[in-house]
């Protein structure tokens, strides 16, 4: 049924790109500078990098097509790493018994601490994963973490067994509390998650790009999925790559929503390398 699914709106939003007029389309790409961009190009762009960070809205189904074309588009061209903020690193077993087929897809829904939406939005990269033997790297930090950085800061983390501390970024982790994204949570919270709340944001992105730096192979893209926020204006897991392994070459894409795709406000092609403008009528895979 997933796999139909695909086929059909993979059939309709190629309809829509070629067939429809501009005004119909369901999206547009963009370079930053904000000169429109053909598909090829930006995969051309994407297989010449080591790492892709692919920012999406997670309950569009747009970003999440475009995540399975792109991811297959690039493994024709060269060979891949998957890797997402959606697998904790500590179901990184499970992740691996299910793409080793040791276990089938209900017991990966019971060993592993899958997203609500895994069913419609991220099964088809895992699963295409499996299918072409491509490594699937389980990159973010377990959520109970994130949740005693938020409650007790960074120092916090010093406490917990060496055995814990595997499934995190390596200790001390750095970190710049001037970076606009982190300054712009505190601003959203009105200053009550104080100043662990962006911490906690940064021990995820830490992680991340922890775990994709590890996860590099030479002649080889990372493609990793994320939550637009952890990778736009090249903050967030990107700047943690680039401390951990400054001369990574990394492209990023942008996932948003606008009331006319032919018709972007300036101020969004700074998020990104690309820009994923989709209609704002597209509908939610989720509520």
């Not at 949570?185 to 662990?196: A, C, I, K, Q, R």
């Not at 943690?240 to 972007?264: A, C, H, M, W």
Request: charged residues 20%.
């Amino acid at each position: 049924m997933k796999n139909k699914w695909i086929a059909v709106l993979s059939c309709w939003l190629l309809a829509g790109v070629f067939s429809f007029g501009q005004h119909d389309a369901a999206f547009q790409l963009y370079d930053k500078k904000g000169k429109k961009v053909a598909y090829q190009k930006m995969i051309k762009v994407f297989a010449e990098s080591d790492v892709v960070l692919f920012g999406e809205l997670h309950d569009n189904p747009i970003a999440h097509w475009m995540q399975l074309k792109v991811t297959q588009s690039i493994h024709e061209q060269r060979g891949i790493v998957l890797g997402a903020e959606m697998f904790e690193t500590d179901n990184q077993v499970q992740l691996n018994q299910y793409l080793a087929g040791e276990i089938d897809q209900k017991g990966f829904d019971t060993l592993a601490r899958l997203w609500s939406n895994y069913a419609t939005d991220y099964a088809p990269l895992v699963e295409y994963a499996k299918q072409e033997e491509i490594r699937f790297i389980a990159c973010n930090v377990p959520r109970k973490y994130a949740s005693i950085v938020y409650k007790n800061g960074f120092e916090a983390l010093n406490e917990l067994p060496d055995d814990e501390k595997n499934w995190l970024a390596p200790l001390p982790i750095p970190y710049d509390a001037n970076l606009s994204q982190y300054q712009a949570m505190l601003e959203m919270m009105g200053g009550h998650g104080g100043e662990n709340f962006p911490k906690a944001q940064a021990i995820k992105d830490a992680t991340m790009a922890h775990r994709i730096v590890s996860g590099l192979i030479e002649n080889t893209t990372f493609i990793h999925f994320n939550g637009s926020f952890h990778s736009n204006y090249y903050q967030g897991i990107y700047w943690y790559i680039k401390q951990y392994r400054p001369e990574t070459r990394i492209k990023t894409i942008n996932t948003i929503l606008v009331e006319d795709i032919n018709s972007v406000d300036k101020s969004e092609f700074a998020t990104a390398d690309f820009i994923l403008a989709v209609d704002h009528e597209m509908t939610s895979t989720y509520k």
